[in-house]
C-alpha cells in the first residue's frame, strides 16, 4: 500500500496531494481516447443523411480539433444524429464503443453487447442524476460537489476555479436535460466534446 497507494487505497485514505495527483493520471488516461472518438464521429460524417447535421457535425468536430469549446446550441443541434444511425447508442461500432468507455474509465474489455449495456445503463444514471440536480439546482452544491460532478462527467476539475466548474455544470445540465432517452449517445459523446476544450476559445 506504501509503494502503490493508488491501485491498494480507496480514495478515503488518500492525502490531498494524491488526490489530486491521481485524478490526473486517470484523466491523461481517458483523455487519450479523446482524438479516436472524435475520428469516429468524422467517419459519421457522410453516412448522416441529412445535409444540415452533415454540416453541424462538420463544423463541430472542426471547431473541437481547433481548440475551441462549442457552445450549448452547437451540440443540441445534432441531437437527432446521436438518436438515430449511425450514432444512436444501439448503431455504435465495438471499437467506438472501447474508446468511450475509456473515456468514462470504464474497462474496455468486455465482449460488445456487454459494453453496449453497461455504457447504456450508466449513461442512463447520469441523465437521471443531471435531472434530479437540475431540479436542486447547482447552487446547493459544495464546492467540492460540483468539482466531483464536473469529473464524473467527463472535466478534470482539480486545476480549475469553482466559478468555472459551476459554469461548466450549468452548460453540461442544459443539454443532458435537453434531451430524450433515445438521445443518451450524446450524453456520453458530451463527455468529450464539452470537456476537450473548456476554457479554450469560443466563437
Not at 121 to 130: E, S, Y
Not at 160 to 166: K, M, P, S, T, V
Request: proline residues 5%; hydrophobic residues 40%; contains cysteine.
Amino acid at each position: 500500500m506504501y509503494l502503490f497507494p493508488r491501485q491498494l487505497l480507496i480514495k478515503h485514505f488518500w492525502t490531498p496531494k494524491q488526490h489530486i495527483d491521481f485524478l490526473d493520471i486517470y484523466d491523461a488516461a481517458r483523455k487519450q481516447s479523446h482524438p479516436e472518438i472524435i475520428s469516429y464521429l468524422e467517419r459519421a460524417i457522410p453516412l448522416t443523411s441529412d445535409t444540415g447535421l452533415r454540416w453541424h457535425l462538420t463544423d463541430l468536430c472542426t471547431k473541437i480539433q481547433n481548440g475551441v469549446h462549442p457552445a450549448v446550441h452547437e451540440i443540441l443541434a445534432l441531437r437527432e444524429c446521436f438518436g438515430n444511425p449511425p450514432l444512436g447508442m444501439n448503431q455504435l461500432q465495438a471499437l467506438q464503443m472501447k474508446a468511450l468507455s475509456r473515456a468514462m474509465l470504464l474497462t474496455p474489455y468486455l465482449p460488445p453487447p456487454l459494453l453496449r449495456h453497461r455504457l447504456k445503463v450508466h449513461t442512463t444514471v447520469i441523465h437521471q442524476l443531471d435531472r434530479a440536480l437540475a431540479k436542486l439546482g447547482i447552487g446547493q452544491l459544495t464546492d467540492q460537489e460540483v468539482k466531483s460532478a464536473c469529473y464524473l462527467r467527463g472535466l478534470n476539475s482539480t486545476h480549475i476555479a469553482e466559478d468555472r466548474c459551476r459554469t461548466w455544470l450549468g452548460e453540461w445540465l442544459q443539454i443532458s436535460c435537453s434531451l430524450k432517452e433515445a438521445e443518451l449517445s450524446l450524453v456520453l459523446h458530451n463527455v468529450v466534446l464539452l470537456s476537450t476544450n473548456y476554457l479554450g476559445t469560443r466563437r
